[in-house]
């Protein structure tokens, strides 16, 4: 076991040895194109295109339905949350091991999660905001879940789920493609008393996945300031697999390039570090019980994920 694991799944702010690594994600598509099978645990996949299309949510390049492209990372948090979407037992399982005090998850689009989530209103200011924009082109968290604590408070938990996913050092976002400043729409934001970023130079949070994280941390925080699901507090689960060092090694912003490591770089920006934290998938798979179906789909997500 890598000493930057901890023994409760989460990454610490040790460097990551990223000497003599190999290629994660070319080695993981070779691997899942050789295990072949479809990339939806085929025993759900009707109840999930159900749920897609009842609310309208985009699959992940733009097609009628899921990708067979075998390292999606939207496929594969959905392989490995879907039970808990669908039981209590198993959602309020999961949440304890992130909310230790959880009582009850509380329902959410007819289950107990929802997936590709962007809010009830338009609190980034993102110009192409709908309610039917889930998963197309505005902030969306990978999942979400409401906890309730034993002493009544509600907690949000914002799930983003990276699988094979890297970036390149130094390549800025502060600016679209049709030339847009990006730092604009969220400059108001990024610049609030109250903001859970760190005041500093707005440009180095444009580089994924920063850029991913600081739009999911203002959304979660308008998602509370808002009184979405009546919650008080979010905590944001950042999910990735230990042997993926290209992304957890690299710190693509030059101007924190100084702290070493994925993890390390972003709490330096977040004016409270410990509503973060850096999962990996199995802390995310509650404890199913021993039935038939369950035992079947975790034996599937060993073999298709190692978790």
Same mark, same amino acid.
């Given at each position: 076991?890598?000493?930057?694991?901890?023994?409760?799944?989460?990454?610490?702010?040790?460097?990551?040895?990223?000497?003599?690594?190999?290629?994660?994600?070319?080695?993981?598509?070779?691997?899942?194109? %050789?295990?072949?099978?479809? *990339?939806?645990?085929?025993?759900? =996949?009707?109840? &999930?295109?159900?749920?897609?299309? +009842? !609310?309208?949510?985009?699959?992940?390049?733009?097609?009628?339905?899921?990708?067979?492209?075998?390292?999606?990372?939207?496929?594969?948090?959905?392989?490995?949350?879907?039970?808990?979407?669908?039981?209590?037992?198993?959602?309020?399982?999961?949440?304890?091991?992130?909310?230790?005090?959880?009582?009850?998850?509380?329902?959410?689009?007819?289950?107990?999660?929802?997936?590709?989530?962007?809010?009830?209103?338009?609190?980034?200011?993102?110009?192409?905001?709908?309610?039917?924009?889930?998963?197309?082109?505005?902030?969306?968290?990978?999942?979400?879940?409401?906890?309730?604590?034993?002493?009544?408070?509600?907690?949000?938990?914002?799930?983003?789920?990276?699988?094979?996913?890297?970036?390149?050092?130094? %390549?800025?976002?502060?600016? *679209?493609?049709?030339?847009?400043? =990006?730092?604009? &729409?969220?400059?108001?934001?990024? +610049? !609030?008393?109250?903001?859970?970023?760190?005041?500093?130079?707005?440009?180095?949070?444009?580089?994924?996945?920063?850029?991913?994280?600081?739009?999911?941390?203002?959304?979660?925080?308008?998602?509370?300031?808002?009184?979405?699901?009546?919650?008080?507090?979010?905590?944001?689960?950042?999910?990735?697999?230990?042997?993926?060092?290209?992304?957890?090694?690299?710190?693509?912003?030059?101007?924190?390039?100084?702290?070493?490591?994925?993890?390390?770089?972003?709490?330096?920006?977040?004016?409270?570090?410990?509503?973060?934290?850096?999962?990996?998938?199995?802390?995310?798979?509650?404890?199913?019980?021993?039935?038939?179906?369950?035992?079947?789909?975790?034996?599937?997500?060993?073999?298709?994920?190692?978790?």
């Amino acid at each position: 076991m890598h000493a930057w694991f901890r023994r409760s799944g989460q990454v610490n702010n040790s460097r990551v040895r990223i000497g003599s690594r190999l290629n994660f994600r070319d080695n993981e598509r070779a691997r899942l194109i %050789v295990l072949g099978g479809p *990339s939806l645990y085929q025993p759900l =996949r009707e109840g &999930i295109l159900a749920y897609y299309r +009842e !609310h309208g949510i985009s699959w992940w390049g733009g097609g009628d339905g899921p990708t067979e492209n075998p390292i999606s990372s939207q496929i594969a948090c959905i392989n490995h949350l879907e039970p808990a979407r669908l039981s209590s037992e198993l959602a309020l399982d999961l949440a304890r091991k992130h909310v230790p005090n959880a009582i009850t998850v509380l329902p959410i689009d007819g289950g107990f999660l929802a997936y590709e989530w962007i809010g009830k209103c338009n609190y980034l200011n993102e110009w192409n905001w709908s309610p039917t924009s889930r998963g197309h082109h505005v902030t969306s968290l990978d999942a979400v879940m409401a906890v309730k604590r034993a002493n009544g408070t509600i907690c949000i938990l914002v799930i983003e789920w990276k699988y094979t996913e890297a970036y390149k050092y130094g %390549v800025s976002l502060a600016t *679209s493609k049709r030339g847009t400043s =990006r730092i604009e &729409i969220y400059r108001a934001l990024l +610049e !609030h008393a109250d903001s859970p970023i760190r005041p500093g130079e707005h440009e180095r949070l444009f580089f994924d996945p920063f850029d991913q994280l600081m739009r999911q941390t203002l959304l979660a925080w308008q998602m509370v300031k808002h009184g979405e699901f009546g919650a008080t507090e979010w905590l944001h689960l950042h999910v990735a697999p230990l042997a993926n060092e290209e992304l957890l090694g690299m710190v693509t912003s030059p101007m924190l390039a100084d702290f070493g490591d994925m993890a390390s770089a972003w709490r330096s920006v977040l004016k409270r570090p410990e509503l973060y934290s850096l999962v990996t998938p199995e802390t995310m798979i509650p404890h199913a019980p021993v039935d038939r179906g369950h035992r079947d789909w975790r034996q599937w997500l060993c073999e298709r994920y190692g978790t």
